[in-house]
């Protein structure tokens, strides 16, 4: 699923092959890099995503909001 409201965030994994992005409707996307195919969404915190960052090896993004959320998901396998 596609952002519905505004990216407030955007984070590329440190290996460069994916791309983050959330966004004020409090989805996480996750984006193929150089392909730009969305690969996955996941629901994130209520409202704002204030920030978004991937773990240094690549495999795990973390999304927090202004509501106080904090929330992780794995990418891909470790």
Do not use: C, N, Y
Request: cysteine-free; proline content about 8%.
């Amino acid at each position: 699923m596609e952002h519905q409201k505004p990216v407030t965030r955007v984070a590329f994994s440190p290996d460069g092959t994916l791309l983050a992005s959330g966004a004020r409707d409090g989805a996480v996307d996750l984006w193929e890099m150089p392909s730009g195919q969305l690969v996955a969404s996941f629901l994130g915190p209520p409202g704002d995503v204030t920030g978004l960052v991937f773990t240094g090896d690549s495999s795990t993004i973390v999304a927090s909001g202004e509501s106080g959320f904090l929330g992780a998901w794995s990418v891909r396998p470790r």
